[in-house]
């Protein structure tokens, strides 16, 4: 089978590889679709290895080469032993939340644990549904963090982002009011998912924020990763969470609760993400889909940015 491996710093490489077989409490999932996040493109240019997040190739006992890829959508072809919630034929999603692994979910098929798969939507494609594990979760496990009570003020940078996206849908969905900021073309974008109020990008963050909420909002997700910036539009004493491992974090000036968001594969939210997209309460969106063997063109076009959705590369 195919895989797509990081073999080098800047190097994705389109490899042949063994059939993985699944452990106790695993699933393989033959994949239909997985999408291109920028913490593959973090990890292909070295920058999560630099970081301490996983191994480089110069330290001791580290892989030849890492597999790549967070999410996946694909159908569940083989399962090991204890496995009891899914079955042989289920339509699935998943989420990979390893780094030092030798294969990940780009590739032709997929184990993972049982635990960080869930059935995927009735409603939406195998592309579709391959774009909401990783950015689903990270939105509302940050939403879980930041734990804001309904009718409270909350910022989404980078809104029109599929992070940001779902960020802006999940928390209109828990009654609070969001502020998004994105580029002046996605206004109405991101006043359709559920913002209340929005900022251009490129204007003072902290003066326009607060020009719409005196104070300051009582909470900000982070999905642009402006650390200082998106803080500042935060009241004194509110909550902050960084969601791409900002570089740096900020400080957590004027007493802010900031947190960084280390998403975690949960097949019970997974479930929860796939309901809602059925009840057409969550909107994946796709930029494009691109052949697995072109997989080094899709990581050069998510590096450069500017995307309003997620690559997906099919097998």
């Given amino acids: 089978m195919r895989a797509i491996l990081y073999t080098a710093p800047g190097n994705v490489a389109l490899a042949e590889v063994p059939e993985p077989q699944p452990g106790a409490g695993q699933v393989r999932i033959r994949v239909t679709a997985a999408t291109v996040n920028p913490a593959d493109?973090?990890?292909?240019?070295?920058?999560?290895?630099?970081?301490?997040?996983?191994?480089?190739?110069d330290d001791d006992g580290a892989r030849e080469a890492f597999g790549l890829g967070w999410d996946v959508a694909g159908t569940v072809e083989a399962v090991g032993t204890g496995v009891t919630r899914l079955k042989v034929g289920d339509a699935v999603i998943g989420l990979n939340d390893r780094l030092d692994i030798d294969l990940g979910t780009?590739?032709?098929?997929?184990?993972?644990?049982e635990s960080a798969v869930a059935r995927a939507p009735r409603t939406v494609d195998a592309a579709h549904a391959a774009t909401i594990p990783l950015n689903g979760l990270t939105a509302l496990q940050a939403l879980d963090h930041l734990a804001l009570a309904p009718?409270?003020?909350?910022?989404?940078?980078?809104?029109?982002g599929a992070l940001g996206g779902y960020a802006v849908e999940l928390a209109a969905?828990?009654?609070?009011?969001?502020?998004?900021?994105?580029?002046?073309?996605?206004?109405?974008?991101?006043r359709s998912l559920g913002a209340e109020h929005f900022v251009p990008r490129g204007e003072h963050l902290g003066d326009a924020v607060?020009?719409?909420?005196?104070?300051?909002?009582?909470?900000?997700?982070?999905?642009?990763?402006?650390?200082?910036?998106?803080?500042?539009?935060?009241?004194?004493?509110g909550a902050f969470a960084a969601v791409l491992g900002g570089d740096p974090v900020p400080v957590p000036l004027r007493g802010i609760r900031?947190?960084?968001?280390?998403?975690?594969?949960d097949a019970t939210q997974l479930e929860h993400l796939s309901a809602l997209v059925d009840a057409g309460r969550l909107t994946p969106r796709v930029a494009e889909t691109i052949p697995l063997s072109e997989a080094a063109k899709a990581y050069d076009r998510q590096a450069k940015g500017g995307l309003r959705g997620r690559l997906v590369l099919v097998p």
């Fill in 41 to 57: 493109v973090g990890t292909v240019g070295g920058y999560l290895a630099a970081a301490g997040l996983m191994p480089g190739f």
């Fill in 106 to 113: 780009h590739a032709d098929l997929a184990v993972l644990d």
């Fill in 151 to 160: 009718g409270s003020t909350l910022l989404v940078t980078g809104a029109a």
């Fill in 173 to 190: 969905q828990r009654g609070l009011r969001v502020v998004a900021t994105s580029s002046a073309a996605d206004e109405d974008l991101v």
């Fill in 210 to 237: 607060r020009a719409l909420v005196p104070g300051g909002v009582d909470g900000a997700v982070d999905a642009a990763a402006l650390g200082t910036q998106t803080l500042e539009a935060v009241r004194s004493g």
């Fill in 258 to 265: 900031v947190t960084n968001v280390w998403i975690r594969a």
